[in-house]
């Protein structure tokens, strides 16, 4: 396992657009996710270990956004051959089992997590009202230990574009297992 941290962005940027195929059968664009709030893109995977220790609290991060009508997408970008753990039946399983509060999406062609820059999972990128890259950093305070989380980032994050255009302060990047990328 590589440890990746997730790099400075540029706020401000517009979101690409995709067109993914979901575990849900249904295929998704950027225009399912942006309803006139502020949506979160997460690149995660069923095999990191960084991802599986937070995996509770990314549903429970799902219900409670999605009771504020703000979207919430999840994107597997792994090399399924080598990784068959992210193998799209496997994130359909996984998902289906763990009752994600979220569409899981699978980018096969990698092409997706290339547009966004994503480097690892988990890897969380939070826009505003107008589809601009408002937040970069991560879920919490403490990856490892629920219990001792202090500050929950992501959700503050959101929270606070619902009432403000300013980009949120004091962004600590992510950090998780390095996207396994095609050879």
Partial sequence: MALTYTPQDELGTACPDFTLQATDG???SLKNFTNGNPFVIMFICNHCPYVKAIEDRLIELGNELKKKNISVVAISSN???????????ELKKR???KNYPFPYLFDDSQGVAKRFGAVCTPDF????????????????????????VTRRELLAA?????TSDEFPKGQTPSMGCSIKWKK
């Fill in 26 to 28: 249904k295929t998704y």
């Fill in 158 to 162: 959101v929270e606070s574009l619902l």
């Fill in 125 to 148: 990128f939070v826009y505003n009202k107008k589809s601009q890259l408002a937040y970069r950093g991560r879920l919490d305070d403490n990856w490892k230990e629920p219990d001792k």
């Fill in 95 to 97: 998902a289906e089992y």
């Fill in 79 to 89: 090399d399924a051959e080598t990784y068959p753990d992210d193998s799209f039946i």
